[in-house]
């Protein structure tokens, strides 16, 4: 167990909704990445968050965006869900921004019908 | 060409043996490198990082990193049936904190 949690477990949504999935981090880690990973691939990085702050992020669209709260615990939103925002979820937690260990929750599957 | 790939498999290999994963990178200036073993419907888990070339051996694990070749690979000796799950290899650009991940390599291990 890496103390790293994440709700909900799964998710049905249809085109169009609107998702919140919420990350909590290690105790003592202060960087949160968000990270989506289709069926069969690699996790692919969305964006990662330092003291509240975005700190870096991929090739995706506006409609994702993040929130990192004070006790270092993430949200990410995703708006006007798409069929190939079917995925599962990831967020990973790390003590530094840069290039240190990230040890992952369990995910949250969205499956968008 | 990706940035980071592997083998996409399956690799089968019987219990006792040792299974050998491998991964290429395209970046050169990447420092950091990690092994995460993920098990079906699971996330990621973490079984080893290198930063420095040469071998690093972790219990039945050892990882190798080739810097000049841009090569990192994974042995796993004695390999038992419960590490059949996907190998996923991963690095850190340089100076860049996007974390590129190969597609995995799925591994199998036969009683």
Known sequence: ETGVTQSPTHLIKTRGQQVTLRCSSQSG?????WYQQALGQGPQFIFQYY??????????????????FPNYSSELNVNALELDDSALYLCASSSDRLTDTQYFGPGTRLTVL | QK?????????????????????TYSDRGSQSFFWYRQYSGKSPELIMFIYSNGDKEDGRFTAQLNKASQYVSLLIRDSQPSDSATYLCAAYPPNNNDMRFGAGTRLTVKP
């Open chain 1, 29 to 33: 880690h202060n960087t949160v990445s």
């Open chain 2, 3 to 23: 940035e980071v790939e592997q083998n996409s498999g399956p690799l089968s290999v019987p219990e006792g043996a040792i299974a050998s994963l491998n991964c």
């Open chain 1, 51 to 68: 003291r509240e702050e975005e700190n870096g992020r991929g090739n995706f669209p506006p409609r994702f965006s993040g929130l990192q």
